[in-house]
Every structure is written in structure tokens, then in C-alpha cells.
């Protein structure tokens, strides 16, 4: 009944991994280190680089005084104000 068949020969080989590379298992073993070095990373700078510790004995000051600013306004002279006077309401 099917006039057009072809036959068609499928080769199947095992290369040993995924993708065809046969190294998906040294990816996940860099792929772990990377990102342990990237947590590690981040702690260091988020943690202040030594976690707090001062070994160095350098001692920072920082109860210093603020500096005094006087202001000094120039005087002006009286001012003379005089109100005239009203004169009575009318009835």
C-alpha cells in the first residue's frame, strides 16, 4: 500500500555524559568551588574583612571636639518708630 518507504539506519553512541563533552561532572565540581569562593567573598567584605578583630593595636579616636563658630552681626542703628494719633470717633 506504501509505494514511498525508506529505511533509515539510527547509530547510537555513548559519549558519557550530557551535551556530547563527557566532563558534566568536573563542570558541577567548578561550578561548587566558584560559588563557594563567591559566599566567601561576599562574608569577607560584608564582615568588615577580619570579622572585627583589631590585632594591629591602631586606636581611632573619635570623641574630637567640633570646632567653635562665632558669628558676629553687625550692629544697626535704632529704628525710630512714631504713631500718629487718631483722631476721636464721632458720635
Not at 533509515?8 to 555513548?14: A, F, L, P, S, Y
Not at 567548578?30 to 567573598?41: E, M, N, R, S, T
Not at 578583630?53 to 563658630?69: F, H, L, M, Q, T
Request: without cysteine; negative net charge.
Amino acid at each position: 500500500m506504501n509505494e514511498h518507504t525508506t529505511e533509515r539506519e539510527v547509530i547510537v553512541t555513548n559519549t558519557g555524559g550530557s551535551g556530547g563533552s563527557g566532563g558534566s561532572g568536573m563542570g558541577v565540581i567548578v561550578g561548587i568551588i566558584i560559588a563557594l569562593l563567591l559566599i566567601g567573598a561576599g562574608l569577607w567584605f560584608a564582615l568588615g574583612g577580619g570579622f572585627g578583630s583589631n590585632s594591629s593595636g591602631i586606636k581611632v579616636n573619635v570623641n574630637v571636639a567640633a570646632p567653635s563658630i562665632s558669628i558676629v552681626l553687625p550692629s544697626l542703628p535704632p529704628i525710630n518708630v512714631t504713631i500718629p494719633s487718631l483722631p476721636a470717633p464721632s458720635q
